[in-house]
């Protein structure tokens, strides 16, 4: 039984041993290769394909709208109370609403078929994607 430890307990030195060692090899196959840089170019070309004014200055107060693509459209909104499609392959108006009265404080929104936008009396529009017709409308207890 004491021979049999004894054996064990040298069997497990000399493999702790054979695991030391400064050989530079880091792994069984070899030594990995040294990776090289990726070239990475920082630099790219806008081109502008067109522009479209959707109403005045933003004046003091405004809220700051930003325009929302999706799928092959461009659907935005100015404080002045419109709304707007367009072909964002052209820039194209394909449709425009004009709500009677309301600064658009809030949106655009899109999705479901319809497009929302907020306004500072607190309400909420929804007009159809398609067409620009509303949906629905809906109070809030404060603007948007």
């Not at 060692?21 to 040294?34: I, L, N, V, W, Y």
């Amino acid at each position: 039984m004491k021979n049999s430890r004894l054996i064990i307990v040298l069997a497990m030195t000399v493999m702790l041993a054979a695991c030391g060692g400064k050989s530079k090899k880091t792994d069984f196959f070899g030594e990995d290769p040294k990776p090289s840089k990726p070239k990475v170019q920082t630099i790219t070309e806008v081109e502008k394909n067109w522009r479209v004014g959707l109403g005045g200055k933003i004046q003091t107060g405004d809220a700051v709208l930003s325009p929302v693509l999706f799928g092959a459209d461009i659907y935005a909104a100015s404080a002045n109370g419109r709304v707007y499609k367009l072909a964002a392959e052209t820039g194209k108006q394909v449709w425009n609403v004009k709500l009677s009265k309301e600064v658009i404080s809030a949106g655009v929104g899109v999705g479901g078929g319809l497009v929302l936008v907020g306004t500072d009396q607190g309400f909420v529009y929804a007009f159809n994607q398609t067409d620009g017709s509303i949906a629905w409308k809906a109070a809030l207890s404060s603007e948007i």
